[in-house]
């Protein structure tokens, strides 16, 4: 019997932020483009869309923070965007995190995927959870438009992200500066919030080279890439990082850890456009990485796979393992 493709498709995500929200609404764009209606909803009101939820003609689609809706749904794809962390979640939310996930593996109005290789195989080796597939988050579609054939002075080194201790801007400022003062008429530009804000202020010493912009939207975000010769990142356990597909999709270099999901995202380009430090490098390690990048030719990444539509349609992939009645079975995948 043919399969139906879904009536709607109700995703969560509208109050989660950074990359999630950028999933969620990626997705949405995606399942437009395809012609299907879709909807974001904010995971703690998932629970008010109960008709639709136990409806089999559409697909749900959870991310981490709605996951604990899934044994009542059906026909649904739970998105595992990381895995479980007690040093940086605690243990209350790293625990109720692995109970939803653990959950969603085993309902059978549910599949599990990850978003890269990386947080599958932690998910499995760790903590014996099943993951059904790997399907790699959608890049804003501003980031695949054309470049201007006139490009802009690159003048910067530049971070984008939460401004979070687990994402260690804190190691890479020593380092950032080292690299400004051998490079006259270079910048830092650090984009984001978050609490550790005034607390790298204090670091940057009111040093005029590094510039706190803030959030920004994401075009403002794809013109500072633009203008940025290197984009560095020193987050450890990145599940994936698509902001690292975004500045090398604007011809940045990219400095970045050994480790994590972004690994993924060009390993060709490893020692060309994007160059590695160690996961707790020291400042002369980090600044090494930097100068390296600094002198890299641009990369051409392909980005198709990535595009909004095509994410859109390996969920579909996914979606054609369900039943009739929303049910999944692993039998039914070719």
Known sequence: MKHELPSKV????????GGVRSVAEGLRAGFDELGIPAEVVAPARILCHW??????GILKILGTSAVF???????????????????????????????????AAASRGAQLVTVSEYSAVHLGAIYKVRVDAVIRNPLHPLFTQAKPQTEAKREAITYVGRLHISKNIHRLLPAMRDVLDENPGLCAWIVGEGEMRPALEEMAAKD????????????QVRERLRRSRVFVSAHPFESFG??????????????????????????GQIGGAIHLFSALAARAEIASALRKALLAEPAVVPLTAYSVRAVAEAYLARDASFSAQGVFSAEALP
């Open 10 to 17: 109700l995703i969560t995500g509208g109050r989660e932020v």
């Open 51 to 56: 008709r639709e939820l136990r409806n089999p």
């Open 69 to 103: 809706a899934a044994p009542m749904a059906r026909r649904a794809i739970c998105i595992a965007h990381g895995y479980p962390s007690v040093q940086l979640q605690g243990w209350p939310k790293a625990l109720a995190i692995l109970s939803s996930l653990k959950l």
């Open 208 to 219: 005029a080279r590094i510039q706190f912009l803030g959030e920004l939207e994401p075009e």
């Open 242 to 267: 698509i902001v690292y597909l975004e500045a090398l999709s604007q011809g940045c270099a990219v400095a970045m850890p050994a480790s994590g999901g972004g690994l993924e995202i060009a390993p």
